[in-house]
Nanobody, 121 residues
Framework: QVQLVESGGGLVQPGGSLRLYCAASGSIFRVNRMGWYRQAPGKQRELVANINSVGNIDYADSVKGRLTISRDNAENTVYLQMNSLKPEDTAVYYC???????????????WGQGTQVTVSS
């Protein structure tokens, strides 16, 4: 029984900033990879950023230098700090995590419900 709870989305002007939060909770033995994906209208869901359990990070080329992923292992929380936002960043952002449940076993992938980010004047 694992849930990912997201917050922090909203409406922001171009050049502005938002910070997204996602906390994993439930019967968790270990949270491995955590990440953010996004899906814009009419487009496929795409990777924004991933961070593994030891802090190795992958970013989509389109967000490098503007968006920063981080995590708090003690809180099983992943963050996405979004700066210098552009209209093309408008999308539903989904939290994603690979979780080993209690008792220890196989890893399962979980998704958050999605949070809307709109970048517009």
């Amino acid at each position: 029984q694992v849930q990912l709870v997201e917050s922090g989305g909203g409406l922001v002007q171009p050049g502005g900033s938002l910070r997204l939060y996602c906390a994993a909770s439930g019967s968790i033995f270990r949270v491995n990879r955590m990440g953010w994906y996004r899906q814009a209208p009419g487009k496929q869901r795409e990777l924004v950023a991933n961070i593994n359990s030891v802090g190795n990070i992958d970013y989509a080329d389109s967000v490098k230098g503007r968006l920063t992923i981080s995590r708090d292992n003690a809180e099983n929380t992943v963050y996405l700090q979004m700066n210098s936002l552009k209209p093309e960043d408008t999308a539903v952002y989904y939290c994603n995590a690979g979780v080993v449940r209690i008792p220890q076993g196989s890893e399962y992938t979980y998704w958050g419900q999605g949070t809307q980010v709109t970048v517009s004047s």
